[in-house]
Structure formats: C-alpha cells, structure tokens
C-alpha cells in the first residue's frame, strides 16, 4: 500500500443554475492574457449538448485518455511513444481555433472616432487572431440552455450511444448543465501524452501542473485529454490548464470557481488513495467496472492501518484529519451519490459529480404527480429510462445501475426530508428502502442542502514550514526572533529592522492571500462586535432610540452569531 | 583573408551558437518553444511540416555522414567513392527536395493564412531568410557539381576541413581551393549557426528522446520547485489585443 493525497472536487448538478459565474472568475483569474483569450480551464455546458470544445466526448475522433490493449495494459489511445515521437511534427488530431471557437473583440474605438453622419455607428466583431472583421458563429458556450435547439443538441456524441427511441423523446425530456474542469485524473494521460515530460502529478496533493519552463509546445497533451482541458497558448506557444487554483489550495482557501459559485454547489476536500493500485484499476477489463475499480483504489482514512501507512508515506496528521473530515469521501463512498464523469476513458478522473434528480422531478409535476412522493419517484426513476440512460453515458460508461441507485438515494432524501418539513413524523422506511437510515439520510441531507463554507471546502494548508519556504516570505529577517530588535510588531508579517517599510518588501501574492484569508474566514463583517451596533438612521425618525444607535454597555455584549455563506 | 573566412568566422559562429544556447536556456526557458501554430490552420502543416522536418533530418543524417566520417573509415568497410556517390546523389537531392519543398509550402502558408501571419514576428522573418538560403544554396552547389557537371569530391577538402576545426588545428587553405557554390553554402551555414540560438530553431536541441524511456506519468514533489514564486516573466503581455495585421512583434 502506497498512500498518497488527492485533492478533489464534487459538483451537485442539481444545484446548478448555468449561471457561468464560475466560468467569468475562473477567466478573470487565469486566463485573461493574450494567447489564451478562446480558453475557459472552467466551463459550463449545456446537456445535451456539444460541449467544449465541440463534440470533445468523441473519443473516435479526437483519440483521447487511454485504451486497454490486448495485454491488459494501458496506452494512450492517440499512440504510443513511438508513434507520438513519428507525428510530432503537425499532430494529426489537434483540435483547431474553430472546434473551440474563433476569440473576438469589438471595435469599440469606432463609436467614439466614426464621422458624423446619418447612421448610428456601430461596434463591429473583429477576431482577435487576424484583427480583420469576423463573423460570430461559435462561443464555448453558444448552445447554452440547449439554444440552437435539436439542430445542435443532436451533435452531442454522448447522445449518439443511447438509443433512438431515447433520443426522439430527449429533447421533450430534460435538460442540465455541467460545470466543468480538468479532472487532476489520478492516471493523467494529457502527462503521459507529453514528450517533455513537463506535465506532472504533485506528489503531494495530486494536482496536475504544465511546467512552464520545460514545455516545449508539441501539442501531444491538448489530443491526450479526452476532456479537451489542457490547451495551448498560441503566443507563448505553451501548453496551459487548469491548476486547481494551486496557490489558493496551498494556503487552504477553495478554488476560485468553488469560491464564487453562486449555487453553492461545489466541495472540496482530500482523497486518500493507494497508488499502486491505480494502474491496474484503471486497466480493469469491462468498461462498467471502472466506477467501482476507482473507488476501490480509494482508502478509508479511518481506518488505523491506513492512517499507519499515510503517516509512514509521510502525510501530515493534519491532512490525515482533513481526509476524515473530506465531504468528498462522504459523498463518493459513504453515501454514494457522486459519480466520476467518463471513467470509460481510464484516466481515473478526481471531479465527481452527483447527477441531478430535478428532471425526474420535472416530469412528475409536468404529468399531475407529486413530485416528491417516494414512491412516484422511485417509480418514475425506473420509468423514465431517459434521463437514466443519458447520465449513465456521461458517469458510468454506460451502466444505469449506479446512476439508478444514485437517484433513487436523492429521491428518498427529498421525501423524508419533506414529511420533516411538514412537521409529519420521519418515516424510517423510506430511509431504509435505500439502504440508509434515518439519522444517515438527515446528514446526507445537511451536506447536501446547507453545509457550511468550513464543511463544503476542506482544504488542509499546505505544511507550515513548507508554505513559508513556497511563498517565499522574505520577511524573515535576521533579527527577527523572540525578544530580538526586529521582532514582529505592527504589521502582519513583522518589520523589517529598521521601520515598517524597511526590509524585502512582502510579495503582493502573499499579502492579498492572507489579507483574503483573515476575512473571508473572520466571523464577523467588520471587527467583533461591530455588527448589532449598526443602524440605518434615514430610517429615524428621532423618536426614541433604535437598538444599535448607541453601543452598547459592556456587559450586554454578546456572542455574535457567525454568518452564513 | 582565408584565415578570417575559414578559420575565425567559424569558431566565432560556433562560440555563439554554444554560448547563446546556454544563455538562453538559462534566462529563457520559457521562451524555449516550437511556437506551432497549427493550432490556426492545421491542413496545410499536415502535408508541409513532416515533409520539412523529416527531409531536413535526412539532410542532416547526410551531413554528419559526409563531413563527420572520413573517407578512408567507409572505404575501409568497402564503399567505393563511386557508390558513396551515388547514394549521396540520390538520397541527398531527394532529402533536399522534400526539405525544398516542405520549406516553401511552409513560408507559402505562413505568408497566406491570415492568423499565422499575423502571428510571425521580425526574428521569424530573418530565421527563415537564413534558413531557406543556406537550404537553397547547399542544393545549388549539390545540383551544380554533381548532377549537372562530373562531379565534386568534398570529401576531399571541405570534410577535412570541418574536422580539423575540432581538433583545434583548423588548415583554411583546403577551403580556398573549393569551388565557390560550397563556400558560400559553408559560410551561410555557419551565419545559420550563429542566428539559431536566438530563434524558434531553439526547439531543434529539445527534440524529446527522453520520452522513449521514461515512464508515462511524472510525478514530482512540490519541494522539486527549489522553493519560491518565481520573478515576473515577459512573454504574457497583458490582457487580450488587437492584433494588427501587418504588424510585428519582437518577442523579448
């Protein structure tokens, strides 16, 4: 056994409301340089759909992940070694600008420069590749909320695999989004894919960089993810993808995307794994298998002879409670409701989802049914092969039985919950009718519904001594130890010997991430206490005294509750 | 005059080209790319860069084998000047072809697909003028004196010639006697050498042999970093731009 870390995520797809919020902050981050302006590390699609970019999930054509050969072992599906090093001069299934989509600004300059005359002066698109007019015809998300109708919707290879019948009636059925992206696959092939050897798995957290300084920009990479999410930067000639927003992770702050999500939908938290097991799993014969050779690579970290090993493999006692507290081991093996998106390309991905129960849902009510009625849903679940069989392409490669078992655990969550909502007396039986318990469902129902921001995101900082030497605080002066001349007095990181400003100045990074910190983690708006003494005086009239006009005496002051994000 | 032709232009050149590559490497490995631009226009590099790249690794396999290996170590294994010859004629004239014309439909495509011109900068221009003329002039002198007239042996005087510059005894006078079709091919050559380490050609010395044996996925400890956020780097320029046709950028 061989223990090691994994940061991973979770998405509830029932929250999502496509709102893209994750997708603008995740741009604004990372990629809002030249070269990367048509590149989105997140996106959100519309299913069914193309996706992004277009038609990624045909395998047959873009030749992503890995396939099994007949020895049992794994190669990427694209080619060897050998056959990568004989196409490495144009690669023969990169994915072009117009499969993603042709990047463009407007030329906003005309409106304020354009001569007097009868028309009104308009702001024509112009591509950000050539600098001459353009034509809009494609955006990573132009079929958003399935626009553009079946014509488009029908392109979605995933659509392709399910059958005819289930295809006419698709589009009468349902519609979701998915938020996607890279997967930091525990058997990455985009790294296996690079001939530089600049892709690498972090050894200690498992996220999945491209070194800047060692990418030589042959492409190999953008064709080895079959989830099309590493990309090439067409002016630094690089390759770039998602980081796991890596510097935020190392100071336990969630990603931007989980951050800003406005559903709330995202949690974050460690895995621990055992990495010897990866490959075999990962080469496991049947494609159904896969869902269950992933989790079985997963250790439960309660348990005394993992927690053994992941301390010999030297993982801190810190992140080993973090992995115990993961809600990403709760809801991948305890309740198992999230399910890995296209394991059938063997990369073992580590961005789980929980699929959505709302188009079940919808059709109930659409018919007259209730909705919520235990029975009607596991009924309607088992009915409508539909929306099952769709989500078994995307999850199970195909297997509608985990996704079957998935829907109906939110199924009976949201029918036991609702009798408690009613003030009807908890009905254990639904509870059981899914192998859980009342008290299991209620905490199945907490994560799910209203945890908190300390239990959605997880996040052990990176060690202590560690981080300092990774920030590169170069604060750390000489004198500066207990009792010393510099010793650490008015500003967050102490002084330099000779005054506030004197010393290597702070890097900015480092000041904003714990400045960021200490108040997204404060209990409070402003300082304690500050809060109940507020008052909006435009709505004084002057009569009397409004609670919180003056401060109050010392020995009123209570505990301020915490808020809720 | 011989002496500064044959005899310090060459080390001159090959000092640069050392020395510039190990500085770039050092201040620049991340602008130390191939720069491809397939991903604006993918049809025509199909055809145009494999058939450059492999003839040009053809070219060069014929070099090393024409100026590295003595006349008397391949007559020892039996090949007879006239066989050697041939081979050299007729590989070398089909390697140069497919490396001519995998060179032209490359400029052609450069010149013509709007976003890969306008993403060709002033050094690029001048890499491939240095570039397509030693190609250009090599194939002449090749074609002048072997296919056209009776033959040239410069495994007689250029090949000794080139060899005695590593043995750090170089005899320029060999070089004065050679028809002047070699010696210009020679000198732009050298000029190439010189110009390389500050090109895109950068990514010829990064061909990824070590892919071959190493196993498919790296891992590598987050300690590997030797610590610290690095210094801000040129080479992201801001938010996105306009770019302007006919404009060219100097990318350091």
Redesign the interface.
Known sequence: MRVMAQMAMVMNLDKCIGCHTCSVTCKQAWT????V?YVWFNNVETRPGQGYPRTYENQERWQGGWVRTRSGKLK?RSGG??K??FS?????K?P??QDYYE?W?YDYEHLLTAPAGDDIPVARP???????DTKITWSANWDDSLAGGNEIAAGDPVLAKVSDQVKQEFEKTFMFFLPRICEHCL??SC??S????A???????GIVLV?????????MCVTGCPYKKVY?N?????AEKCTFCFPRIEIGQPTICSETCVGRLRYLGLMLYDADKVAEAAAIENEDDLYHAQRSVFLDPHDPAVIAAAREAGIADDWIDAAQRSPIWDLIMKYEVALPLHPEYRTMPMVWYIPPLSPVVDVLRETGHDGEEAGNLFGAIDALRIPVEYLAELFTAGDPEPVRGVLNRLAAMRSYQRRINLGEKPDESIASAVGMTGDEMDEMYRLLAIAKYERRYVIPA?HAE?AH????IATECSLDYEGGPGMGGGGPYGQGPFGESSGTPV?V?VETFHMLRNRQTADNFTDAGDEPRRVNLLNWDGKGTPPGLFPPRPEETEHVEGTDR | MNVLLWVVYPYLAMAILVGGLIWRYRYDKFGWTTRSSQLYESAVLRWGSPLFHFGVLMVLVGHVGGLVIPKSWTEAVGVTEHTYHLMAVFIGTVAGLCTLIGLGILIARRRLTGPVFAATTRNDKAMYVVLAGVIVLGLLATVRANVLGDGYDYRETVSPWFRSLFYLSPDPDVMAEVPVGFQIHVLAAFALFAFWPFTRLVHAFSAPVGYLTRPYVVYRSRDGRGGGLRPTRPGWDGPPRLPEPQRTRSRR
């Open positions: 809002n340089r030249s070269g302006e990427p070694r050998l990568k090093m490495i001069f144009a690669n023969p990169l072009s600008m990047p600004t112009k591509s950000l590749l050539t600098g001459k058997n990455p790294a296996a690079c001939p530089s050897g892709i690498y798995k972090r050894a200690e957290d070194d800047q300084d060692r990418c030589r920009g042959w492409r090439f067409h002016r630094t000639g690089k990176a560690d030497r990774l920030e590169k890097p990074q």
